[in-house]
Structures are given as structure tokens and as C-alpha cells.
Nanobody, 123 residues
Framework: QVQLVESGGGLVHAGGSLRLSCAAS????????MAWFRQAPGKEREFVAA????????YYADSVKGRFTIARGNAKNTVYLQMNSLKPEDTAVYYC????????????????WGQGTQVTVSS
């Protein structure tokens, strides 16, 4: 079993920055792709960013491309989401996810999920 714990959420003004972290623990991590998804009130959970085990392959939603950066930690059991130029429409609960296999943008392919961290961007 894999446990994922997110941190780093909070309240920020539009144009500001936040960095989310996700730490994985549990069974031995090998070849796990990791991703970030978000869910705003009344909306479905949506893809934000994903990266491969090595961090060399990354995908971004069009809405965050150029503003957000996903990166793996040196120990590979952590993943970060650097969020710059935040907008009010980025307000959501952000979830970290992991899957054993190639990176994917499809939330249905992810086996493990964190509890989520709230990001609120004020205008």
C-alpha cells in the first residue's frame, strides 16, 4: 500500500505563487508515475500535471501550461508542483496521485491518492 501526503496549500492573492509537495511512503517505490489533479466546488476532478518516474516526461493541462511546473524530488518518492501567476480560477482542492506504470493524464489510471490540500486564490 502507498500513502500520499500533500502539503503547501493556502491562501494567496492573484499573481502570487505557491509550491505544493507530495510525499509518498509505504511499499517500495519503483517506476511510479505521479500527478496532480484538482477539484473545484461543484466541478469534476481534473488533470493538472503529471510526470514520469524519472521526471523526464511531463504533461500539463492547457490551463496551467507556462505557469505550473511539476518536478520529482531527488529521492523520487516526492513530487512538487510549483504554481506561479496564480489566478482565482486555480482555486480548488489539489490532489496528488500515483500509479505503477507509465505516466498518464487520466485520473482513472491512478491507484493511489492523497487527502488533498486546499489552494485559494483571491482576486
Amino acid at each position: 500500500q502507498v500513502q500520499l501526503v500533500e502539503s503547501g496549500g493556502g491562501l494567496v492573492h492573484a499573481g502570487g505563487s505557491l509550491r505544493l509537495s507530495c510525499a509518498a511512503s509505504g511499499r517500495t517505490f519503483s517506476n511510479y508515475a505521479m500527478a496532480w489533479f484538482r477539484q473545484a466546488p461543484g466541478k469534476e476532478r481534473e488533470f493538472v500535471a503529471a510526470c514520469s518516474w524519472a521526471g523526464t516526461v511531463t504533461y500539463y493541462a492547457d490551463s496551467v501550461k507556462g505557469r505550473f511546473t511539476i518536478a520529482r524530488g531527488n529521492a523520487k518518492n516526492t513530487v512538487y508542483l510549483q504554481m506561479n501567476s496564480l489566478k482565482p480560477e486555480d482555486t480548488a482542492v489539489y490532489y496528488c496521485a500515483a500509479r505503477d506504470g507509465i505516466v498518464s493524464t487520466d485520473l482513472r489510471r491512478y491507484d493511489y491518492w492523497g487527502q488533498g490540500t486546499q489552494v485559494t486564490v483571491s482576486s
